[in-house]
């Protein structure tokens, strides 16, 4: 044999790599890297699904917002007309009591005092009463709308329907009021 037809085959020692094994680290740095991108693709997938729950939550919030702040704005509104009634009330008791005293003055130089008298005694009587009917029901009025504010202004701490129920409530006190106030008007008319 010729020295240039001849291969000299050299033995492998232990734990040599073969040529086999060799090309095997790439295959599983290909299977890694599949792997990651997989689970990439599948964390993005979940992130967007996440972001989309969070807005849809969002919008869902903003609309509670927008409706807790109208009707705290209207609360606020009618806690301002009824205290405004409360001192229209009130100034108009005391001129009811001032009427009640020239009346007195008045009947009294007309004639007869005992049965003038009587009757400034029941006039006097149906109008401290009403009086004191509208001011009792515009304080409760006036005593309810801020508490529900305050309850509006923190209402995520509150079951929507209590507060729905409560403001029912506040407007029944309101009602009450009004009514009242319109006895003493009544009164103050004859």
């Given at each position: 044999?010729?020295?240039?037809?001849?291969?000299?085959?050299?033995?492998?020692?232990?734990?040599?790599?073969?040529?086999?094994?060799?090309?095997?680290?790439?295959?599983?740095?290909?299977?890694?890297?599949?792997?990651?991108?997989?689970?990439?693709?599948?964390?993005?997938?979940?992130l967007?699904?996440?972001?989309?729950?969070?807005?849809?939550?969002?919008?869902?919030?903003d609309?509670v917002?927008t409706?807790?702040?109208?009707?705290?704005?209207?609360?606020?509104?009618?806690?301002?007309?009824?205290?405004?009634?409360?001192?229209?009330?009130?100034?108009?008791?005391?001129?009811?009591?001032?009427?009640?005293?020239?009346?007195a003055?008045?009947?009294?130089?007309?004639?007869?005092?005992?049965?003038?008298?009587?009757?400034?005694a029941?006039?006097?009587?149906?109008?401290?009463?009403?009086?004191?009917?509208?001011?009792?029901?515009?304080q409760?009025?006036v005593?309810?709308?801020e508490q529900?504010?305050?309850y509006?202004?923190?209402a995520?701490?509150?079951?929507?329907?209590a507060?729905?129920?409560?403001?029912?409530?506040?407007?029944?006190?309101?009602?009450?009021?009004?009514?009242?106030?319109?006895?003493?008007?009544r009164?103050?008319?004859?």
């Amino acid at each position: 044999m010729s020295d240039e037809t001849r291969t000299t085959v050299l033995p492998v020692p232990d734990g040599a790599p073969t040529a086999a094994a060799a090309r095997r680290p790439r295959r599983w740095v290909a299977v890694v890297l599949a792997v990651l991108l997989v689970l990439t693709l599948a964390a993005g997938a979940y992130l967007a699904v996440l972001a989309r729950a969070w807005s849809v939550r969002a919008g869902e919030l903003d609309a509670v917002a927008t409706d807790l702040g109208t009707r705290l704005a209207q609360s606020q509104a009618d806690l301002d007309q009824r205290t405004s009634e409360l001192g229209t009330a009130q100034s108009q008791l005391q001129a009811s009591r001032d009427r009640i005293v020239e009346l007195a003055d008045e009947k009294a130089q007309t004639g007869d005092e005992r049965e003038t008298q009587r009757q400034l005694a029941e006039y006097q009587e149906r109008v401290s009463a009403a009086a004191g009917s509208v001011a009792s029901a515009l304080q409760e009025c006036v005593r309810g709308q801020e508490q529900l504010i305050g309850y509006l202004k923190d209402a995520e701490l509150f079951d929507a329907s209590a507060l729905e129920s409560f403001e029912a409530e506040v407007a029944t006190f309101c009602d009450q009021a009004e009514a009242a106030n319109a006895d003493l008007q009544r009164e103050l008319d004859r």
